[in-house]
């Protein structure tokens, strides 16, 4: 297994497929919301990066088995994306591992702020944020993905070269 810092080929489909298979199987989200990743994983891969951005995919058996990104928003703001693994890959502490490399990629680079959106009924990733002292700071109700859902905005906030508590 080959953790990559840049796109590969077949990155953005099988990293849309992944988010597609999870989400379908927990959730009931159907072909908008894979649309959705694999066009906006698209246009982070593509665009010039900001300083502060960083990407990483797990590539094993020549494809795309997981995948998380930071996201440079500027003024010290970043947003946590596209974290997933294949299901094989989880409780490895792989995962665990890729998140602890973005904290210590966002301390590096003076970020003051991370947030991410989640959704509610994933036990595992809730653990494994708040580990990182992510904390809830919105909780939305709405028709979402041809659903109706739960989104939660999760939240970092560090001063800058400040350490998250170790997990």
Known sequence: MILRDAWFPGVVGEIAALHARHYAASHGFGAVFEAK???????????????????????????ALGSLALEDEGGGVAHLRWFILDETLRGTGLGRRMLGEAMAHARAQGFTRIYLWTLEGLPAAARL???????????????????????????????????????
């Open 37 to 63: 990743v694999a066009r906006e994983l698209g246009e982070f891969l593509s665009r010039p990066a900001r300083v502060g951005d960083l990407f990483r995919a797990v590539e094993g058996e020549g494809r």
């Open 129 to 167: 944020y708040a580990g990182f002292g992510f904390v809830e700071v919105e909780r939305l109700r709405a028709m979402q993905w041809g659903r109706e859902t739960t989104e939660l905005r999760l939240e970092w906030h560090g001063a800058p070269g400040a350490s998250p508590p170790a997990v």
